[in-house]
């Protein structure tokens, strides 16, 4: 079955980095556009970076464009998100997601920017 597992969350100081990993498993990842999406608290969930499957072609929200930087490693089925300059309205649960018929969704890893 299709598994997506976050991991590299936690609490960093404002102007601070982290660096998110997904690892993905059961399904043909070096084929599949991934994704990484956030919510913060009472906010709806959004795109924050994707990812086309050569790694290629990438997009990013505005809040996040110079900030943020996403990458593949389609040998360890791995894409992670490099953040920089992390600011406090980066606080959210961070996701990864892939879409192939249905959506997929990983549980959630939380990023909280604080002093």
């Known amino acids: 079955q299709v598994q997506l597992v976050e991991s590299g969350g936690g609490l960093v100081q404002p102007g601070g980095s982290l660096r998110l990993s997904c690892a993905a498993s059961g399904f043909s990842f070096i084929t599949q556009t991934m994704s990484w999406y956030r919510q913060a608290p009472e906010k709806e969930r959004e795109l924050v970076a994707r990812?086309?499957?050569?790694?290629?072609?990438?997009a990013y929200a505005n809040s996040v464009n110079g900030r943020f930087t996403i990458s593949r490693d389609n040998a360890k089925k791995t894409v992670s998100l490099q953040m920089d300059s992390l600011k406090p309205e980066d606080t959210a649960v961070y996701y990864c997601?892939?879409?192939?018929?249905?959506?997929?969704w990983g549980p959630g890893t939380q990023v909280t920017v604080s002093s």
């Open positions: 997601y892939v879409q192939f018929g249905n959506e997929y």
């Open positions: 990812i086309s499957p050569s790694g290629v072609t990438k």
